[in-house]
């Protein structure tokens, strides 16, 4: 069972064009993140929300968790060649034992086209 | 201030051979995961170490096994390698009892079993 669910799985736009990608779950997480892996290469933190609703910016990168902490999504604006790359997101939780693991979605494979 | 690296960056062994994966986190932290990642997926967790100790552990046979150092550094070893444990290896570290923040990976290792 796939605790966090990302959609789309693969997209593939041209330079300009607007995108969103979604992460849904079932479950409330104390936080979420975003991170983008390039090929050969960890995945780089982009964005942490911890507050329901919260809406946060990074330039042309827009960022918002769901009020019920349950969901997130990015929105691209204007995407650019340099964009491309895999589009992880990852929900916190903590265990009994009071120990933080990470949830990680499958990722949205990005692909824009100059 | 370094990051997390890890070594060696590629490596090639055999069928049923043993390998040793070695990390050092990002200085201040004292908390290092281990992942598994397949190409195109998300990362599947491993396991944990903090304090010296295996914190967490995700859904992986007794082949894998891992030891966190006095220095904070991990290893992360597999016993009788299987084909399908051909995968790229990402550690990532945060400091125990942060709340929020994301983790820091390292490059990873490229895993190839023949």
């Known amino acids: 069972t796939q605790l966090l669910e990302q959609s789309p799985q693969f997209l593939s736009i041209q330079e300009g064009e607007n995108l969103t990608v979604y992460c849904n779950s079932s479950?409330?997480?104390?936080?979420l993140q975003w991170y983008r892996q390039e090929p050969g290469e960890g995945p780089v933190l982009l964005v942490t929300v911890v507050t329901g609703g919260e809406v946060k910016k990074l330039k042309r990168l827009t960022f918002q968790f769901g009020d019920a902490r349950k969901d997130s999504s990015l929105h691209i604006t204007a995407a650019q060649p340099g964009d491309t790359g895999l589009y992880l997101c990852a929900g916190t939780k903590y265990n009994a034992g009071n120990n933080r693991k990470l949830i990680w979605g499958l990722g949205t494979s990005l692909a824009v086209n100059p | 201030d370094a990051g997390v690296t890890q070594s060696p960056t590629h490596l090639i062994k055999t069928r049923g051979q043993q390998v040793t994966l070695r990390c050092s986190p990002k200085?201040?932290?004292?908390?290092v995961s281990w992942y598994q990642q397949a190409l195109g997926q998300g990362p599947q967790f491993i396991f944990q170490y903090y304090e010296e100790e295996e914190r967490q552990r995700g859904n992986f046979p007794d082949r894998f096994s891992g030891h966190q150092f006095p220095n904070y550094s991990s290893e992360l070893n597999v016993n009788a390698l299987l084909l399908g444990d051909s995968a790229l290896y990402l550690c990532?570290?945060?400091?125990?009892?942060?709340?929020?923040?994301?983790?820091?990976f390292g490059s990873g290792t490229r895993l190839t079993v023949v």
């Open positions: 479950s409330v997480f104390s936080s």
């Open positions: 990532a570290s945060i400091l125990g009892g942060d709340r929020g923040f994301g983790y820091t």
């Open positions: 200085s201040g932290h004292d908390t």
